[in-house]
């Protein structure tokens, strides 16, 4: 095509079709991500609680998980057996495989269940459940 030459209705129609279907090429690439990670993590292992009297605190530890593939953890902790985690009983989302609880109330029966969270977001299954007393041996 030259400048200033007139542009006839099938030219006009194919320019548009070409810059539609370029268009929708590149919103396509925007959209799709360059490599989906869908897979969840494990689930942890080894969760144990140690108590510590003068700071009426639980401390919380797990077998780590491999730290390239962890973004953080998630510790659930409710007074109620057999809860089911949610927003309000998130207690803290540490990096590490431990967690010190503070301030409990003493002699209170706590149950925790903790689960991973890799660095593309994806929640891994919850550990069994354990319970802890806020309380001497």
Same mark, same amino acid.
């Given at each position: 095509?030259?400048?200033?030459? @007139?542009?006839? $209705?099938?030219?006009?129609? %194919?320019?548009?079709?070409?810059? $539609?279907?370029? =268009?929708?090429?590149?919103?396509? $690439?925007? &959209?799709?991500?360059?490599? +989906?990670? =869908?897979? $969840?993590? *494990?689930? =942890? &292992?080894?969760?144990?609680?140690?108590? +510590?009297? @003068? %700071?009426? !605190?639980?401390?919380?530890?797990?077998?780590?998980?491999?730290?390239?593939?962890?973004?953080?953890?998630?510790?659930?902790? &409710?007074?109620?057996? !057999?809860?089911?985690?949610?927003?309000?009983?998130?207690?803290? #989302? @540490?990096? *590490?495989?431990?967690? #010190?609880?503070?301030?409990?109330?003493?002699?209170?029966?706590? +149950?925790?269940?903790?689960?991973?969270?890799?660095?593309?977001?994806?929640?891994?299954?919850? !550990?069994?459940? =354990?319970?802890?007393?806020?309380?001497?041996?």
């Amino acid at each position: 095509m030259r400048r200033n030459e @007139p542009i006839t $209705a099938p030219v006009l129609a %194919s320019l548009l079709l070409r810059s $539609a279907y370029d =268009i929708e090429q590149r919103l396509f $690439a925007l &959209s799709v991500p360059a490599a +989906y990670d =869908i897979l $969840a993590p *494990t689930t =942890i &292992s080894g969760l144990r609680a140690e108590f +510590y009297a @003068p %700071s009426l !605190s639980i401390v919380l530890h797990w077998n780590a998980h491999d730290p390239s593939e962890v973004d953080h953890y998630e510790v659930h902790r &409710s007074t109620t057996p !057999s809860f089911t985690p949610s927003a309000a009983t998130l207690v803290g #989302r @540490p990096a *590490t495989n431990s967690f #010190r609880n503070r301030d409990l109330i003493e002699d209170a029966i706590y +149950y925790f269940k903790i689960c991973t969270v890799d660095r593309k977001g994806n929640k891994g299954s919850f !550990s069994t459940e =354990i319970s802890a007393t806020a309380s001497g041996p």
